[in-house]
């Protein structure tokens, strides 16, 4: 679903929030890859050792985004994902389009017959603090207790900080209602990631460095507890 840490960095940058920048006169692009020895998101376990390529465009404000995710594991599930957002100072918005391989094509968008996800994101990022809500709102989605479309949410509060000469962020994430999406199938609300990040530049040459990253995460809802590791190229 997306980054080990960006957000959310399902293991793939920092914290699983949107990159808030200042709007720009020029359109500018970027390209990248992770290397990451487990894909976690959201507080689950979503493959193990992956390469995550991204690509992105922006422009005054605006942002289109490409994801994906390769596990080596012939069972890893394979994704792509498409977002289009927008952010001003602190507040940030968008939409994302995941798709996963292994079911209906990816031209396939009928609700019962589509691997497409669709979520809707909000936030804002305060400086010490950063919130943000995303709710499912077509596709793939799980159901509740009656059955019925989920509308699936999220919401989490991360907290960066620095500490020992390097970047930490610390973060919390619950289900605020029950749907099969999450944790093979939330009951209600639910805490299902309690999460500990770290990042650093690792200096290879003096005009070369390595950012590398580790998180360790907690899911209370299921019992779980991962870490992983992985570099960005």
């Known amino acids: 679903m997306k980054r080990m840490f960006q957000e959310g960095l ?3 940058a920092m914290m699983v929030l949107p ?12 390209v990248g ?22 690509a992105e465009v922006s422009y005054k404000g605006f942002a289109l985004t490409g994801w994906g995710s390769v596990g080596f594991d012939k069972e890893d ?3 792509f994902d498409l977002t289009l957002g927008y952010s001003t100072g602190g507040f940030s918005i968008s939409v994302t389009d995941y798709w996963f391989n292994g079911g209906a094509g990816y031209f396939h968008y009928g609700a019962h017959n589509t691997t497409h996800v669709f979520e809707a994101q909000v936030g ?23 059955g019925d479309r989920a509308y699936s ?22 289900t605020p209602w029950a749907t ?29 460095s390595l950012p590398v990253f580790a998180k360790a995460t907690w899911n209370p809802a299921t019992e779980g507890a991962y870490f992983a590791v992985g570099m960005t190229f």
């Open 19 to 30: 990159v808030v920048s200042a709007a720009q006169d020029k359109p500018e692009a970027s």
């Open 180 to 208: 099969t999406f999450y944790n093979d199938g939330a009951n209600g609300f639910e805490v299902c990631d309690i999460s500990l990040g770290v990042t650093k530049e690792v200096k290879i040459s003096d005009s070369f």
């Open 153 to 174: 949410s999220y919401v989490s509060v991360a907290a960066p900080f620095r500490l020992g000469g390097v970047d930490w962020t610390a973060e919390v994430g619950a």
């Open 77 to 79: 599930t394979k994704e």
């Open 33 to 54: 890859v992770d290397f990451v020895s487990g894909y976690l998101w959201r507080g689950q376990d979503l493959g193990n050792v992956s390469i995550q390529p991204s």
């Open 10 to 12: 399902p293991l793939v």
């Open 124 to 146: 804002y990022d305060f400086g010490p603090l950063a919130v943000n809500w995303f709710t499912n709102f077509a596709g793939d989605d799980g159901v509740n207790k009656d």
